[in-house]
């Protein structure tokens, strides 16, 4: 990295041991693929303990083989007393520059070509020392680096507060879910309503929605957006359990559609997908045009008088089992969920007006939720518009 660099050293070479309490050590798993941090949900502590590698405020590692190879980390005090391992390669930075600066331009969409390119072998992919160090930094002034990296900070902070607002926010949800529906075995939930009483009564689900598989269409078919043609909602239009439509999404023409088109406030439901655990994720449908759209070949439709109740049963610990005991695939095989199995299932569910009590709360948590992951969107956007427009 031309002159910005004083040199480079490898790691140290040592199985890892269960955590002391005290001394990490940083293997290139433990940095986080997004937040370029150290991921402290597996920590562990050198078998070995050689202060020569323990890594000091500002240093910057690299990962110079295998699959991750390429990602960086920026050692700060505040991870504490860490070595880094083999499989990583330490730069130290000269005095004036500024290391907040230099880890910034390894999130370059330049860096991550430069990386793609010096990489490539004829077996595992790696770079060495002297490979990194023909990766050429254009640098400005230490007051204009200071200044720039201060403000990429800024946003990073910003965006780590709403991370941790979001995980938050999804914790809440999950402890619901498991207090406000019934659970195997019982008739009342954990934790009710003001004002709601009495035992939850037996149900198939069949009696709570009607659920309707969707078009098989013909490559033939497929049509740009138009006024003939209308579109397809498939897996990729559930979102985190959110719905979302796409200006690429499918559309196909209207005279092959022999299925009833989609309504705002029906559950979308992935029925098969090459990925099993992508199988059972369902979205309410909403802000879409009367007669615009129908459900793919892969997906099912549910229709409820309380929608927002059975989207978020279809959320609760009940489901998950559901899916988990009922999902036929793995070993290469397209999962896949069975409308008949699901029509089956037995539920428990209280009155008429604590249904829509509940479906009410979960569906105004959903769109917090879905807001505040709108703002992390939003602010992660910045962060790359800012990365590619202040620097070279």
Do not use: C
């Not at 559950?267 to 879409?288: E, Y």
Request: aromatic share 12%; charged share 25%; no cysteine.
């Amino acid at each position: 990295m031309g002159e910005t660099l004083t040199g480079f050293e490898y790691g140290l070479n040592t199985p890892a041991t269960d955590y002391d309490g005290i001394n990490k050590y940083l293997r290139i798993t433990d940095i986080d693929d997004v937040s370029h941090k150290f991921d402290i949900s597996h920590l562990t502590s050198p078998k070995l303990k050689d202060d020569n590698y323990l890594l000091a405020n500002g240093d910057i590692l690299f990962a110079r083989t295998g699959a991750s190879v390429g990602k960086s980390y920026r050692y700060s005090n505040i991870d504490g007393k860490v070595y880094y391992a083999g499989f990583l390669i330490k730069a130290h930075i000269k005095d004036y520059f500024s290391t907040n600066f230099i880890f910034d331009t390894t999130l370059l969409p330049r860096y991550h070509y430069f990386v793609q390119v010096t990489s490539m072998r004829s077996g595992q992919p790696g770079i060495n020392a002297k490979e990194y160090q023909k990766y050429i930094i254009y640098t400005p002034s230490e007051n204009e680096q200071n200044k720039i990296s201060d403000l990429i900070l800024t946003i990073q902070k910003l965006i780590d507060l709403q991370q941790r607002k979001l995980k938050q926010l999804k914790r809440l949800k999950t402890a619901m879910l498991q207090q406000l529906f019934v659970e195997k075995n019982s008739k009342l939930p954990i934790l009710r309503f003001k004002n709601f009483n009495g035992n939850w009564e037996k149900r198939k689900f069949s009696e709570l929605a009607t659920i309707r598989r969707g078009l098989t269409y013909k490559p033939k078919d497929v049509r740009d957006s138009g006024k003939n043609s209308k579109r397809v909602l498939r897996s990729s239009n559930i979102n985190e359990n959110s719905f979302v439509i796409y200006n690429d999404d499918v559309f196909v023409d209207k005279s092959s559609i022999n299925i009833a088109y989609v309504h705002n406030n029906d559950i979308l439901i992935t029925a098969a997908n090459g990925s099993s655990k992508l199988v059972g994720k369902h979205a309410l449908i909403h802000d879409i045009p009367d007669n615009s759209a129908v459900h793919g070949g892969f997906m099912l439709l549910a229709s409820s008088n309380n929608p927002e109740f059975i989207n978020a049963l279809m959320s609760s610990p009940w489901y998950s089992r559901f899916v988990n005991n009922y999902v036929i695939g793995g070993n290469g095989a397209i999962g896949n969920l069975k409308k008949d199995d699901l029509d089956s299932q037995i539920i428990y569910t209280p009155a008429k007006n604590e249904i829509k009590k509940i479906g009410h709360f979960f569906n105004r948590l959903d769109n917090f939720i879905t807001h505040q992951q709108n703002k992390l969107t939003q602010l992660t956007t910045l962060k790359k518009y800012l990365l590619q427009k202040l620097f070279i």
